[in-house]
Nanobody, 124 residues
């Protein structure tokens, strides 16, 4: 399984970006997909997750109402729409895949596959 994240960049506060993560190699439709981020000097943290059904979504509190995770199983792709970006959103964003659909979707250790990361920089 390979994950390829894209869509990062530099944006001013209040701006928007959409991240994409293309998955190849196995049955994407069966995976829970997650987004994590890591800022300089900080630990990697959970951002959002979506199970294979796509019928529910989960978010870290600080991004609720601003970020939206979605997936297109026909395209083997998961997205993260980020609106109203803040300085604190600056980080490297990683997509991840969990083949077992763990209940503990916010824990990085349950994800078996990871993308390479894409940089998001928010400036004032």
């Amino acid at each position: 399984v390979q994950l390829q994240a894209s869509g990062g960049g530099s944006v001013q506060t209040g701006g928007s970006l959409r991240l994409s993560c293309a998955v190849s190699g196995r049955a994407f439709g069966a995976f829970t997909m997650g987004w994590f981020r890591q800022a300089p000097g900080k630990e990697r943290e959970f951002v959002a997750a979506i199970p294979w059904t796509g019928d529910t979504t989960y978010y870290e509190d600080s991004v609720k109402g601003r970020f939206t995770i979605s997936r297109d199983n026909a395209k083997n792709t998961v997205y993260l729409q980020m609106n109203s970006l803040k300085l604190d959103d600056t980080a490297v964003y990683y997509c991840a895949a969990d083949r077992d659909g763990s209940y503990y979707y916010s824990l990085s250790r349950v994800y078996e596959y990871w993308g390479q990361g894409t940089q998001v920089t928010v400036s004032s």
